[in-house]
């Protein structure tokens, strides 16, 4: 039985179990309000909406696309099952277009489904606008006359990412490539694009499933099931914006190590600007910057801090530690197809294998990181903050001593030897996380076990 919900908006739009909280009437109450706030704020009256492979995420976006063409709006929507970062392209080259609404829950379990604004430059929607849109649920968008006019947005995307990506460099030393499409949005424009360039590969997994064959939507290594040792193997998430690499040896490659070596590759390949980073990214980042000459700017969790920056200054690469990652040149969003074709030049212009990158990135940086993640679901809000503040009164964990606390984005301590943890509330899942990283087995699975012993 559908629950009455407040609706609130995480790092990425809101977001919830169908059918309990993510339903018909909330998703009526937040389209009123995302028309409202484009009426308020704008002229322009074309919006575009898009969807994943989700159940019921096309019937969501239809019902969306009818409220907003009897207020007055142009609406284009996507003809087929669209990741996100192409429907945010079309945003930033649709004429007369105010912005995107996607239909997705990203990587999140089957049972959930999500509805985010995009704005017209191509990214997240900032916290003003969301707080705004917030504040405007429960009005009611005026009667006029609209219209609906069904699209497919691929072809200005693939036509735009073969301006970014070297495509002969790939076709001249391509490695054999594996592609796992993990049932997601990215079916249809990644093997697409490989095959429009002439690109050899192996497709697992190339049709959608809503249950996702019984896993979850996401690049890593629990779910890329599928690899062969000489192969790199290349999936995303749900809705295509985040990544996720095999190396030749069938090892996982974290985005940390794939975001320094594409900062290194990017800079001898000349791209000027600087390299934008969220708090919880590995100092292999940091340490790559600095060897390289580029300046680092940090931002709090979620690509909305990222895209804002990126927008503000001459961006090199932005990427954050779960996978989502951009350039400039490219929209102020992260793309999981984008990247996993850039990982993919990189190691062509390169003539090396992957595994070979990742162990001279590493001598590079002079260090080896080690991360982990311990995820705790607490049963209230009030047995969140009191674990957080009993970690904020701590001067040592485990007789390590803390040497700072940074508070940009919950509370990340950092102690001697290139060692912190970063604890912050999940935007889109309801769990307190505490992200580690040292240069020492024992220190890792000593805070581990510390963290754990706090629960």
């Known amino acids: ?65 009818e409220i907003l063409s009897k207020s007055g709006f142009r609406v284009l929507l996507s003809s087929k099952v669209v ?36 704005p017209n430059y191509g990214g997240p929607a900032t916290k003003e606008m969301t707080d705004r849109i917030v504040e405007l649920i429960g009005n009611s968008l005026p009667s006029s006359a609209g219209n609906i006019v069904e699209k497919d947005f691929s072809e200005e995307y693939f036509k735009h990412i073969e301006t970014l990506i070297d495509f002969d460099v790939i076709k001249k030393s391509a490695p054999k490539i594996i592609y796992d499409g ?35 939507p996401e690049p890593k290594a629990k779910f890329m099931k599928h690899k062969k040792n000489g192969f790199l193997t290349f999936a995303n998430d749900g809705d295509a914006d985040r990544y996720g690499v095999l190396d030749e040896k069938g090892e996982y ?19 000027k600007g600087k390299m934008i980073k969220t708090v919880g990214v590995s100092q292999i980042v940091d340490i790559t910057a600095e060897k390289l000459g580029v300046e680092m700017l940090t931002t709090p ?23 989502g990652l951009s350039t400039g040149g490219h929209i102020p969003e992260k793309d999981g197809i984008f990247a996993n074709l850039l990982i993919l030049e990189t190691v062509c ?23 982990d993640r311990v995820d705790v679901k607490l049963k209230s809000e009030d047995e969140t903050k009191a674990l957080m503040k009993e970690f904020e009164g701590l001067r040592d964990i485990c007789g390590y001593k803390i040497n700072e606390i940074l508070k940009l984005d919950g509370v990340k301590f950092f102690f001697d030897e290139a ?6 509330k999940s935007g889109t899942e ?25 629960i």
């Open 1 to 65: 039985m559908a629950t009455t919900t407040k609706i609130e908006f995480g790092t990425d739009g809101f977001r919830g179990v169908i059918a309990d909280d993510f339903t018909f009437e909330n998703v009526e109450k937040i389209t009123h309000a995302t028309g409202l706030y484009v009426l308020e704020t704008t002229k322009l009256k074309t919006i575009l909406i898009g969807y994943d492979p989700r159940f019921m995420a096309d019937k969501f976006a239809k019902f969306c696309a």
């Open 83 to 118: 990741p996100t970062p192409v429907i945010a392209y079309a945003a930033t080259v649709e004429k007369d277009c105010a912005g995107a609404i996607m239909f997705t829950a990203s990587h999140n379990p089957k049972e959930y489904l999500g509805i985010k604004f995009i």
């Open 182 to 216: 993990l049932f997601s949005a990215s079916i249809g424009y990644f093997d697409t694009i490989l095959k429009r360039n002439n690109i050899d590969f192996e497709g697992v997994n190339l049709h959608y499933d809503p249950d996702f064959g019984g896993g979850l």
């Open 253 to 271: 490659i974290s985005p940390n190590i794939v975001m320094a070596i594409l900062l290194k590759y990017l800079v001898q390949k000349g791209l």
């Open 301 to 323: 969790v979620g690509f909305k801090w990222l895209s804002e920056k990126m927008r503000e200054n001459e961006t090199i690469l932005a990427g954050e530690d779960s996978g």
């Open 349 to 371: 212009a390169a003539g090396k294998p992957l595994y070979v990158l990742k162990q001279e990135i590493t001598e590079f940086a002079g260090k080896e990181f080690l991360q």
């Open 419 to 424: 060692s912190w943890i970063l604890m912050r």
């Open 430 to 454: 309801p769990l307190l996380r505490f992200y580690i990283e040292t240069t020492d087995d024992k220190k890792l699975s000593d805070i581990k076990k510390f963290i754990q012993s706090k």
